[in-house]
C-alpha cells in the first residue's frame, strides 16, 4: 500500500508561482512513475506532468514551459514547480503514484489563481 500526502497548495495571484510537494509512504516499495493531475470545477481530471523513476517527463501541453516536475527517488517524493500561473490553472491538484501496476492518489491539495 501507498499513500500519499500532498502540500503547497494556495491562493496565488496571476503571474505568480507555487511549489506542490508530494510525499509517498509505505514499506519496502518501489514507485515507478509519480506525478500531478488536476481537477478544475465541473471539468474531468486531467494529467498536469508525470515522471518516471529515471526520470523521464510528460507533461499536458497547457503547462509546459511553466510547470516543472521533479523527483527525489531517495525521500520517495515528488514536486511540482508552476511559474508563470494562469486563471486556467486553478484547481484541485492531485498527487499521483503508480507502483507494480497499482494506481495510488492522495486526496488533494487546491491551487486558486486569482487575477
Known amino acids: 500500500q501507498v499513500q500519499l500526502v500532498e502540500s503547497g497548495g494556495g491562493l496565488v495571484q496571476a503571474g505568480g508561482s507555487l511549489r506542490l510537494s508530494c510525499a509517498a509512504s509505505?514499506?519496502?516499495?518501489?514507485?515507478?512513475?509519480m506525478g500531478w493531475y488536476r481537477q478544475a470545477p465541473g471539468k474531468q481530471r486531467e494529467l498536469v506532468a508525470v515522471?518516471?523513476?529515471?526520470?523521464?517527463?510528460n507533461y499536458a501541453d497547457s503547462v509546459k514551459g511553466r510547470f516543472t516536475i521533479s523527483r527525489d527517488n531517495a525521500r520517495n517524493t515528488v514536486y511540482l514547480q508552476m511559474n508563470s500561473l494562469e486563471r486556467e490553472d486553478t484547481a484541485v491538484y492531485f498527487c499521483?503514484?503508480?507502483?507494480?501496476?497499482?494506481?495510488?492518489w492522495g486526496k488533494g491539495t487546491l491551487v486558486t489563481v486569482s487575477s
Open positions: 509505505g514499506s519496502g516499495f518501489r514507485i515507478t512513475v
Open positions: 515522471i518516471t523513476s529515471g526520470g523521464s517527463t
Open positions: 499521483y503514484a503508480n507502483r507494480y501496476d497499482m494506481d495510488y
